[in-house]
């Protein structure tokens, strides 16, 4: 382990061209879409857009535990945003 203690920087600025891993530029410091793309929808009440992250794998259990107590009001389509394409950013899913 280091002895030397990381010291945050008084002002935080954007290395826009560093490259540390396949998603070091994505994140950015404004927000917004960086593309225009209408998001498909079906025929279902609701619409449901994920990569299957954790947090779109808690939705996908929740809808599918009131489909089998029977609610049908709870059918739902389901549409990949893929993450490493940068699909969060088009203008329907932002």
């Known amino acids: 382990m ?17 490259n540390e ?8 410091p404004i927000a917004g879409p960086t593309h225009e793309k209408e ?3 079906g025929k279902h009440p609701f619409q449901l857009y994920s990569l299957a992250t954790p947090n ?8 599918e535990e009131l489909l089998e107590l029977g609610h049908k009001d709870a059918e739902y389509d389901a549409w ?10 088009g203008s329907g899913f932002v």
């Open 21 to 28: 891993n396949r998603f070091s530029n994505i994140n950015r």
């Open 2 to 18: 280091s002895d030397t203690a990381y010291v945050p920087p008084k002002v935080w600025t954007w290395n826009q061209d560093r």
């Open 39 to 41: 998001l498909s929808v």
């Open 56 to 63: 779109g794998v808690k939705v996908t259990v929740m809808l």
């Open 80 to 89: 990949l945003i893929n993450i490493g394409e940068g699909d969060q950013f």
